[in-house]
């Protein structure tokens, strides 16, 4: 606004602000969901201005753009309070405004929270999913069961993976038996949503209904058309691993590491520490010895922190020091 034009950073450089918001947020999702794509809107030679006569190419093309994609277009104004702190409104197609005030002028932490509200109002599945993954379980849960009944169809299936995610995250029998009932409404509204069988799987799993495991992975065989099929290879990693096809399961954990920034899909190293587990059972222990003691351990991931225990409980016994696995498995 007039008001605070000479006070704050250009309207190009405060939009390039929220941008970068959501693109830390975007980068930061671990979700199988599948990523929309977010771009600079500074691009193409378009501008702010509108000039008084003619029309660019860049103007041309947004116009085009505007009309006929299916981009999510972003306003706002950033004016200055009574008070003489900043106000930030932030709005779109979908995007309800809102006005985030700060009277102490924290230019940053305004693009925070409206490119979070941004971001959850327009990809509420991700936001979901966003939650979930950094471990803020009950923001996510409370999340996707206001957001369910007003969501597209499209991202109801995200929205109860990431509740169910949630669920099992804060652990617990009970947890896990809400979680399956979720997991396999995703599947009956998307049944080509490979994430919500593996889940199921991986829930079923942890039941200890290994029969289960096997049927909902034939199931998703022959709903992607056989294997390999239409479903990742990484969806099959509780089957391959209930029928003990080992080097299966291996080979898929290293693929979604390879192809995740060497993280994988999990959030932390749980997916590199569920390959030396593997490794263990398949008695290669040079290998398995190598990956925990090259493995990055968060000691306080109380996750993480079970699982390099379990890893050297099995290698501990695999070479005979019964005494140290015991250890290790208290």
């Known amino acids: 606004a007039p008001n605070i034009v000479t006070q704050v950073p250009s309207g190009k450089i405060v939009a390039a602000g929220l941008l970068d918001v959501l693109t830390q947020i975007q980068a930061a999702n671990r979700s199988s969901a599948e990523h929309r794509a977010l771009s600079n809107a500074w691009t193409n030679d378009i501008t702010i201005e509108v000039p008084e006569t003619g029309i660019s190419i860049g103007q041309l093309e947004r116009m085009l753009k505007t009309r006929f994609g ?22 779109g197609p979908g995007i309800l405004p809102k006005t985030f005030t700060d009277e102490g002028r924290n230019l940053e932490k305004l693009l925070t929270e409206a490119g979070e509200y941004v971001y959850r109002q327009s990809q509420p599945g991700l936001w979901a ?11 996510a849960i409370r999340f996707a069961q206001t957001a369910y009944a007003t969501a597209n169809p499209s991202e109801r299936p995200y929205l109860l993976n990431a509740w169910g995610n949630s669920l099992l995250n804060k652990g617990g029998e009970e947890a896990m038996r809400e979680a399956l009932t979720l997991f396999r409404e995703t599947v009956r509204l ?10 199921i799987a991986y829930t079923l799993a942890g039941l200890g209904d290994e029969e289960g495991v096997v049927r909902v992975g034939e199931q998703m065989m022959k709903a992607a058309g056989g294997r390999p099929g239409r479903a990742s290879e990484f969806m099959y990693q509780n089957y391959d691993q209930a029928v003990w096809d080992l080097p299966a399961a291996r ?8 192809s995740h920034g060497g993280i994988g899909t999990n959030t932390g190293g749980v997916e590199n520490l569920s390959v030396a587990q593997i490794e263990v059972q398949m008695h290669d222990v040079e290998a398995a010895a190598l990956r925990l003691k ?37």
């Open 129 to 139: 999913a966003y939650l979930a993954s950094n471990d803020r379980n009950d923001e």
């Open 70 to 91: 299916h981009d999510q277009h972003i306003d706002g104004d950033l004016v200055q309070t009574e008070k003489g702190g900043l106000a930030l409104t932030v709005r």
């Open 251 to 258: 080979a898929e954990s290293i693929a979604d590491m390879e």
């Open 294 to 330: 090259t493995a990055l351990v968060d000691e306080n991931n109380l996750l993480e922190a079970a699982q390099v225990a379990l890893d050297r409980a099995l290698l501990a016994d695999e070479v005979g020091n019964l005494q140290a696995a015991a250890n290790e498995w208290d």
């Open 190 to 199: 998307k049944p080509d949503y490979w994430v919500g069988y593996a889940n």
